[in-house]
């Protein structure tokens, strides 16, 4: 069974910056990708980054480059978002996702979830 736990969200003002982590456990083979997704009421899920396990390419979506970066501790099998510069645009649920197979590019979707976390950008 795949399991998540993920941490570091929370309230924080515009301008300011949060971690989130995602530690993975029960994965029974190498995974193509782990990724952060978010959503807000009455949205779809969206894709925000990525990093492919093969050879650590990552992808970010264009609301988020230069601010948010994403990388992974092979070693705790933990995937990690440090975001700056946040926006009230960036108020979501963030997911951590893993997709198994391959993909062209960044998956838009995964095949486990983590439950989300909430990050809430508000002065």
């Known amino acids: 069974q795949v399991k998540f736990v993920e941490s570091g969200g929370g309230s924080v003002q515009p301008g300011g910056s949060l971690r989130l982590s995602c530690a993975v456990s029960?994965?029974?083979?190498?995974?193509?990708?782990a990724g952060w997704f978010r959503q807000t009421p009455g949205t779809g899920r969206e894709r925000v980054s990525c990093?492919?396990?093969?050879?650590?390419?990552?992808y970010y979506s264009g609301s988020v480059k230069g601010r948010f970066s994403i990388s992974r501790d092979n070693t705790k099998n933990t995937l990690y978002l440090e975001m700056n510069s946040l926006k009230p645009g960036d108020t979501a649920v963030y997911y951590c996702?893993?997709?198994?197979?391959?993909?062209?590019?960044?998956?838009?979707?995964?095949?486990?979830w983590g439950r989300g976390i909430q990050v809430t950008v508000s002065s």
């Open positions: 996702g893993i997709t198994m197979d391959p993909v062209n590019g960044c998956p838009y979707e995964a095949d486990y």
């Open positions: 029960g994965l029974t083979r190498e995974y193509y990708a």
């Open positions: 990093i492919t396990t093969s050879d650590g390419t990552t």
